[in-house]
């Protein structure tokens, strides 16, 4: 993946124009971002959470070099090797070199965003090694020879018909119009690269987690998930409370909920 962003208001200025790309995002606007205000808004406690977020990711960022000699430490104790990389190229050597000293010439790939910051698939490939993309979106990107136009949804710029052209070119199959179809035709293709020797070969992006000083991070998330499950439960039992007095299902609801908001404030129990 090239730097591009100097390009981004005049390529930005083309892609307005452009009517197949603007239906595709149309389309996808109730998933992303009707879905996304719905989901924050049934939440409660989102815009908390997320400044919690952002202060571990701050702390992270400013003591990186900690925390991964930390990670190090953890990782090689628990049997794995680390590699130390300046550079892309640095990083894509090592990578390449693993796999020419174990004589691998295929390696499935999750989705991993490091390597596509680091070209690596183009590395493995100039190597001689065949990758195989397992993530869906990255599976219909590699088949289109494109990059991920977005971090989390990779292909979302991609119609249905234009995943089902790309299908029939890569599967020689017939067209397919059904999206759950294509999406089982997508896996069996993958599936179709000899799984068991891949088992040995198999890249993937991670999440690191440290071991150091984060009791009051914990602490303060806790706090807010506790919050966002007190304000969920109270609005089940207000759902709960015109049945109450006539369905019995309704109150050992409503009574359970009562205990686990108990729970959750730290009222103790009345004795029985």
């Excluded at 691998?104 to 100039?126: D, Y």
Aim: proline fraction near 4%; glycine fraction near 6%.
């Amino acid at each position: 993946m090239q730097v591009q962003s100097m390009f981004f208001k005049k390529r930005a200025a083309e892609k307005l124009g452009d009517e197949l790309l603007q239906g595709n995002m149309r389309k996808a606007k109730g998933k992303f971002v009707d879905g996304r205000a719905k989901a924050v808004a049934e939440f409660g406690v989102w815009e908390e959470v997320r400044a919690h977020a952002a202060k571990v990711r701050d702390r992270a960022l400013a003591n990186l070099d900690a925390y991964l000699v930390e990670f190090e430490a953890n990782a090689t104790r628990r049997g794995a090797v680390v590699h130390w990389a300046e550079t892309a190229e640095e990083a894509c050597a090592i990578v390449a070199g693993i796999a020419r000293d174990n004589g691998e010439r295929k390696a499935a790939k999750s989705k991993s965003m490091v390597s596509e910051e680091v070209n690596l698939n183009e590395a493995l490939e100039a190597a001689g090694v065949e990758v195989i993309e397992t993530d869906l979106g990255e599976y219909i990107l590699q088949l289109a020879h494109e990059p991920p136009s977005h971090i989390v949804a990779p292909a979302v710029h991609k119609s249905k018909e234009q995943v089902a052209e790309l299908f029939v070119k890569a599967h020689g199959k017939p067209r397919l119009t059904e999206i759950p179809a294509m999406t089982r035709e997508a896996r069996e293709a993958l599936r179709g690269h000899d799984c068991e020797p891949l088992a040995e070969r198999v890249m993937t992006g991670s999440h690191a987690q440290t071991e150091g000083d984060e009791a009051e991070l914990h602490a303060e998330l806790r706090g807010l998930l506790d919050r966002m499950l007190i304000e969920e439960f109270k609005r089940q039992q207000q759902e709960l409370v015109p049945r109450v007095t006539r369905d019995p299902a309704a109150l050992a609801q409503y009574q359970a909920l009562e205990q686990r908001l108990k729970g959750l404030l730290g009222i103790s129990p009345r004795p029985t």
